[in-house]
T-cell receptor, first 110, second 113 residues
Framework: LAKTTQPISMDSYEGQEVNITCSHN???????ITWYQQFPSQGPRFIIQ???TKVTNEVASLFIPADRKSSTLSLPRVSLSDTAVYYC???????????FGQGTTLQVKP | DSGVTQTPKHLITATGQRVTLRCSPR?????VYWYQQSLDQGLQFLIQ???????AKGNILERFSAQQFPDLHSELNLSSLELGDSALYFC????????????FGPGTRLTVT
């Protein structure tokens, strides 16, 4: 299963767009990518999931290039409440194994 | 509130002991997942059960075991506990066999002294 790598931390300001990239160089054909958000002392919360190209929902977009070796979570117009840790997860449809990245701590400043 | 419940919230025990963590999935979800979260290891996938059967295994130690019961609740058993087992243990659930969208519980904080 693909090893995942994310930046440890990022800073942003309210109202800006934030892009967090996860590298998964050894991703397999049937692996899928999911992103989660976690606040302190809470369980992770699902944000978005995709397999290839672009997926958008009401809170975020997920961009996956053709080679699928990375994925980028895009958060439009962040607010202070978006300060959290963001995890990418690569899952295998074949084996069911799941690998989380080490998480990116996003700090949104006023 | 994700709809996933975990008990207990906190657990303090001594090395060498055995504990059981319990998880009730969201209504209608057939899959249950267990994770360990520690400062040095991050979020580690331990095991998944789907409709009572083991579906996938991650980095689960031999001292740990889990099961999913006919009513779909799950238990994670940790035995011969070591100081390094101190961590947050999360349970999550999803509708189907694939983990496309998981709902996480609030976690059980285990402290081994």
């Amino acid at each position: 299963l693909a090893k995942t790598t994310q930046p440890i931390s990022m800073d942003s300001y309210e109202g800006q767009e934030v892009n967090i990239t996860c590298s998964h160089n050894n991703i397999a054909t049937n692996d899928y990518i999911t992103w989660y958000q976690q606040f302190p002392s809470q369980g992770p919360r699902f944000i978005i999931q995709g397999y290839k190209t672009k997926v958008t929902n009401e809170v975020a977009s997920l961009f996956i290039p053709a080679d699928r070796k990375s994925s980028t979570l895009s958060l439009p117009r962040v607010s202070l409440s978006d300060t959290a840790v963001y995890y990418c997860l690569v899952g295998s449809s074949n084996t069911g194994k799941l690998i989380f990245g080490q998480g990116t701590t996003l700090q949104v400043k006023p | 509130d994700s709809g996933v419940t975990q008990t207990p919230k906190h657990l303090i025990t001594a090395t060498g002991q055995r504990v059981t963590l319990r998880c009730s999935p969201r209504s209608g979800d057939l899959s249950v997942y267990w994770y360990q979260q520690s400062l040095d290891q991050g979020l580690q996938f331990l095991i998944q059960y789907y409709n009572g059967e083991e579906r996938a295994k991650g980095n689960i130690l031999e001292r740990f075991s889990a099961q999913q019961f006919p009513d779909l609740h799950s238990e994670l058993n940790l035995s011969s506990l070591e100081l390094g087992d101190s961590a947050l243990y999360f349970c999550a659930s999803s509708v189907g066999r694939e983990s496309y969208e998981q709902y996480f519980g609030p976690g059980t904080r285990l402290t081994v002294t």
